[in-house]
């Protein structure tokens, strides 16, 4: 029987938890939203860095006219990058390289690197997602990684979690065993599973991007499985890119 695991924070993934095992990473608020919401919108591929110092320095070694520069960093938009919310960016990402920059999601994928698979989900693609782990990886460890917040628990992540394990578990011949964690996750998102408006704008981070004049953006990456997109991380070529 194969095992689902959360981790709570990106803080602590290491690669002993992510070696020989697949990865899903979560920051519904909004890294993970934007990406799958950039590449349904046309984006060639995100290459997801772990600053706003590596993002210039790719983008000057890249030199390339289709590469846009996206990040935030503690909430609030870098100079000279467009902000990485997926409602604005709508009409700026299609036919572009998207260097995304941001203070969680971003580098929750690059700790989650070393994992066999690495996938991007959000709220947006979780059925997406949840159908093609069950298809391709039924004898494997996944591991469901919350980016967090600077080294704090998010609701949001962890009710992301839950919603993708229910999906998991959906499939008739499915045989997760989920651990704690994953217990908990799908407990929480079972509970409140028709409330998730409610729940990312309860959150500390939702307050935040709320306070930010961002409620449309949080409705936005509230609804379930509307994306058909299952984002994977490349890790030769360090970009995320649509699996066909």
């Not at 993970?32 to 993002?55: L, R, W």
């Not at 039924?138 to 992540?157: K, Y």
């Not at 998102?189 to 409620?215: P, R, T």
């Amino acid at each position: 029987m194969s095992k689902i695991h959360v981790v709570l924070k990106k803080e602590e993934v290491s690669k002993e938890k992510v070696e020989g095992k697949i990865a899903i990473v979560f920051d519904v608020l909004l890294a993970t939203s934007t990406i799958t919401a950039s590449i349904h919108y046309g984006a060639n591929c995100v290459i997801p860095v772990i600053d706003q110092e590596e993002a210039k320095k790719v983008a000057k070694e890249r030199g390339n006219d289709d590469d846009v520069l996206v990040g935030e960093y503690e909430g609030r938009a870098i100079d000279g990058f467009l902000v990485p919310n997926p409602v604005m960016i709508r009409d700026q990402v299609k036919g572009k390289n998207v260097i995304l920059s941001t203070t969680n999601g971003t580098v929750a994928i690059h700790k989650a690197s070393g994992a066999d698979h690495v996938y991007i989900s959000s709220l947006l693609n979780c059925k997406s997602i949840a159908e093609v782990v069950n298809e391709r990886h039924q004898d494997e460890t996944i591991v469901i990684i919350c980016s967090g917040s600077s080294n704090e628990f998010c609701l949001e992540d962890f009710y992301g979690a839950g919603c993708i394990i229910e999906h998991l578990l959906a499939e008739e011949e499915s045989n997760w065993e989920l651990t704690d964690s994953a217990k908990a996750a799908k407990l929480f998102f079972s509970a409140y599973k028709e409330q998730g408006k409610n729940v990312l704008k309860d959150s500390y981070v939702g307050q935040m991007l709320i306070h930010f004049d961002c409620e449309e953006e949080i409705d936005f990456v509230a609804s379930q499985d509307i994306l058909p997109i299952v984002a994977v991380y490349d890790q030769k070529n360090k970009r995320v890119v649509k699996e066909e």
